[in-house]
């Protein structure tokens, strides 16, 4: 069992359209949960995180973390076409005393217009 | 203005050829990582420095190496590429130990096409 997992979709809807993307885990040691947007051919980019359990807001995008059921959330609403691109969780464990993320496969997204 | 910079973008090496790939950052991060990325997989983590503490993950092959001279830069040296190397190479940094990598900051990659 991977330690997260992710559908890799593609997942495809209509613009304007709440969009919902999803991670399971397995590691309860993990306490920061990341979203990163990755664009074709660009590196991934941080777009939201969450410590712990609990909610999270900025803007259109939503975060939502439920470590009970290691299970965690992304919602966009009001996509966008400029929203279609690849989101990767990513998740922080300790190692040597550093934090490494650990990364889900990646959604791809796509919202035509 | 770039804080992660990769050189090259687009790298085509031969079957057994080493190549080097670059990393430079003007963030001062302590924590510098290189990630293997395959086409719809998940980044993987082959090593990473803390300052010039180097840390390998167990699974990483012989075959790649990698150096940090100082702070600013990073290198992953392929010594015999082959064709199941060929992926998108993603340099990171994030700032010391105890700090979460929430703040990772990722450079544009380098796509490596082993022919």
């Known amino acids: 069992q991977k330690e997260v997992e992710q559908d890799p979709g593609p997942l495809s809807v209509p613009e304007g359209a709440i969009v919902s993307l999803n991670c399971t885990y397995s590691?309860?040691?993990?306490?920061?949960f990341m979203w990163y947007r990755q664009y074709s051919r660009k590196g991934p980019e941080l777009l939201m995180y969450?410590?712990?359990?609990g909610n999270k807001e900025d803007g259109r995008f939503t975060a939502q973390v439920d470590k009970s059921s290691k299970y965690i959330s992304l919602f966009i609403r009001d996509s966008q076409p400029s929203d279609s691109a690849t989101y990767l969780c990513?998740?922080?464990?300790?190692?040597?005393?550093?934090?490494?993320?650990?990364f889900g496969r990646g959604t791809s997204l796509i919202v035509h217009p | 203005d770039a804080m992660v910079i990769q050189n090259p973008r687009y790298q085509v090496t031969q079957f057994g050829k080493p190549v080097t790939l670059s990393c430079s950052q003007t963030?001062?991060?302590?924590?510098m990582y290189w990630y293997q990325q395959k086409s719809s997989q998940a980044p993987k983590l082959l090593f990473h420095?803390?300052?010039?503490?180097?840390?390998n993950e167990a699974d990483t092959p012989d075959n790649f190496q990698s150096r940090r001279p100082n702070t600013s830069f990073c290198f992953l040296d392929i010594r015999s590429p082959g064709l199941g190397d060929a992926a998108m190479y993603l340099c990171?940094?994030?700032?010391?130990?105890?700090?979460?990598?929430?703040?990772?900051?990722f450079g544009q990659g380098t796509r490596l096409t082993v022919v």
């Open positions: 990171a940094t994030s700032r010391g130990p105890g700090q979460p990598s929430t703040e990772a900051f």
């Open positions: 590691n309860s040691a993990f306490q920061y």
């Open positions: 969450t410590y712990s359990s």
């Open positions: 990513a998740m922080d464990a300790t190692s040597g005393g550093s934090y490494i993320p650990t």
């Open positions: 963030l001062n991060h302590n924590v």
């Open positions: 420095y803390y300052d010039k503490d180097f840390n």
